[in-house]
């Protein structure tokens, strides 16, 4: 049987999501509570690889898990209101399991997924919340950044967004929305959804486009950097700390129960 776990975590003191040697990440810490629990080892596959630092207050991530069966007739099936609550006691403060629900066996937190959305937040001036946002106390045009984004929508090769020697096949995405809004006095969120993420591309369109907001660059050159297909020529990659795995959309008929 495969499981979905929706749950959320504070990205600061993990090296991110996937297991690495040597280092916390947030899937190791998630694999062990479980195993812990079942009392079987488990592994969870997540719906992507954020990197160190970066937030999620939307991740899913799935399990299998298969009940014995005993002589007579009753198994270990899994509470899932149980399981949930025994895994937030269990687990760190900064990761929170929000529901645990059943899906179809061909059900998969990654390649299932038809889209992803990611917040990022930057500030202009000091705020006590400093820590999950990017402050940028210079000048920003952030109309011009927004005429840039639209540019994004006219491309699937981005490559020049793209952390360089990763073992993906295919460096094409479908970008659907990214959009600048002013959230508060001093805050503006970015928000962008895509079909798929390519590692460190948020990260390195955000630090461009901060380059068209500043005047460094124009829309022509933003143009010419996604065309160029070439790491070297796009902006610095911003902190992640600021940037946050907000959503993933699945096909309904993946569900078979939705609490």
């Not at 699937?156 to 508060?184: E, G, P, R």
């Not at 390519?198 to 460094?216: E, F, H, P, Q, W």
């Amino acid at each position: 049987m495969r499981f979905f776990i929706n749950l959320s975590y504070d990205g600061r003191k993990y090296h991110g999501w996937q297991i690495q040697p040597g280092a916390i990440t947030v899937q190791e810490t998630l694999n062990k509570a479980l195993t812990t629990l079942l009392r079987t080892p488990t592994e969870v596959v997540g719906a992507g690889r954020t990197d160190a630092g970066v937030n999620a207050s939307m991740m899913i991530a799935h399990f299998d898990f298969c009940p014995e069966v005993k002589e007579d007739g009753s198994s270990n099936m899994i509470d899932l209101v149980q399981l949930r609550y025994r895994l937030n006691k269990l687990l760190p403060q900064d990761i929170a399991i929000h529901n645990i629900f059943k899906v179809t066996d061909d059900a998969h937190a990654r390649f299932s997924a038809t889209s992803r959305t990611y917040h990022y937040y930057l500030i202009t001036d000091k705020t006590p919340f400093e820590p999950y946002a990017y402050r940028f106390p210079q000048p920003l045009d952030f109309e011009k950044m927004n005429e840039a984004c639209s540019v994004l929508f006219e491309y699937i090769d981005f490559t020049s967004f793209s952390k360089l020697h990763t073992d993906v096949k295919t460096n094409n995405c479908k970008i659907m929305y990214a959009h600048w809004k002013q959230v508060t006095p001093i805050k503006w969120e970015f928000t962008i959804t895509a079909d798929r993420f390519l590692r460190n591309m948020v990260r390195a369109i955000v630090g461009t486009l901060i380059d068209v907001g500043r005047g460094s660059i124009t829309i022509k050159e933003f143009r010419n950097i996604i065309e160029k297909k070439d790491r070297c020529s796009a902006g610095t990659s911003v902190p992640g700390n600021a940037l946050f795995l907000a959503d993933i959309t699945y096909p309904q008929e993946l569900m078979i129960e939705d609490k």
